[in-house]
């Protein structure tokens, strides 16, 4: 069946300019994450849907960054006023319950780049 | 702290030898621990996890690891390496009403030498 999958997978952005990743999760997956891969490092936590509701959002590092996930499926994570230091590969997962011992499906992540 | 410690950024086996890849964890909660693997332009694949049953967990493509208590660790083993494992690997962490939440390590990336 069809995995997670992201859009875009590239974006080039300029500092100051808004941006607007998608992830669509695996259908019937009601827990959704996001996750965010700098350049040599492990993915680092942004936030964590339960259905529709944001169920943990201490991993957004300040409030230019914003995620939705409205009818419980697709989710949009959306950057303001981009800043260089944004850049890096935008992961999303999901998984079946949001139960800490789930697998998490990942997507193939959107690699943004701010100039 | 909660944190995943992997030891060693790079590490390069011939074919055929094995493959030890290093996983410390920090916390004061029992854990629950996962390996994922990351090919060149494609998502994170979960390998295996231990979720507080056997110790001794076997994942896909002939590997494993074993959690142990006493030492803080959950390293990754493969009894022979195999030119399709070159790839990042990546150790992680969560915990009971975490939601899943995942502590990744730094992540290791395997060569493997004809």
């Known amino acids: 069946g069809a995995g997670v999958s992201q859009t875009p997978s590239n974006k080039v952005t300029e500092k100051g300019k808004y941006v607007e990743l998608r992830c669509d999760p695996i259908?019937?997956?009601?827990?959704l994450y996001w996750y965010r891969q700098s350049l040599g490092q492990g993915p680092e936590f942004l936030i964590y849907f339960q259905g529709t509701g944001a169920a943990d959002d201490s991993g957004l590092p300040n409030d230019r960054f914003f995620a939705v996930r409205p009818e419980g499926s697709v989710s949009t994570l959306k950057i303001q006023r981009t800043e260089r230091g944004d850049s890096a590969v935008y992961l999303c997962?999901?998984?079946?319950?949001?139960?800490?011992?789930?697998?998490?499906?990942f997507g193939p992540g959107t690699r943004l780049t701010v100039l | 702290a909660q944190s995943v410690t992997q030891l060693g950024s790079h590490v390069s086996v011939s074919e055929g030898a094995l493959v030890l890849l290093r996983c410390n964890y920090s916390?004061?909660?029992?854990?629950?621990l996962f390996w994922y693997v990351q090919y060149p332009n494609q998502g994170l694949q979960l390998l295996l996890k231990y979720t507080s049953a056997a110790t001794l967990v076997k994942g896909i493509n002939g590997f494993e690891a074993e959690f142990k208590k006493s030492e803080t660790s959950f390293h990754l083993t493969k009894p022979s390496a195999h030119m399709s494992d070159a790839a990042e690997y990546f150790c992680?962490?969560?915990?009971?009403?975490?939601?899943?939440?995942?502590?990744f390590g730094q992540g290791t990336e395997l060569s493997v030498k004809p």
């Open positions: 259908s019937g997956h009601t827990a």
């Open positions: 992680a962490v969560t915990f009971y009403n975490q939601g899943g939440k995942l502590i």
């Open positions: 916390s004061s909660v029992p854990p629950y």
């Open positions: 997962a999901s998984s079946s319950n949001g139960r800490s011992t789930d697998t998490q499906y």
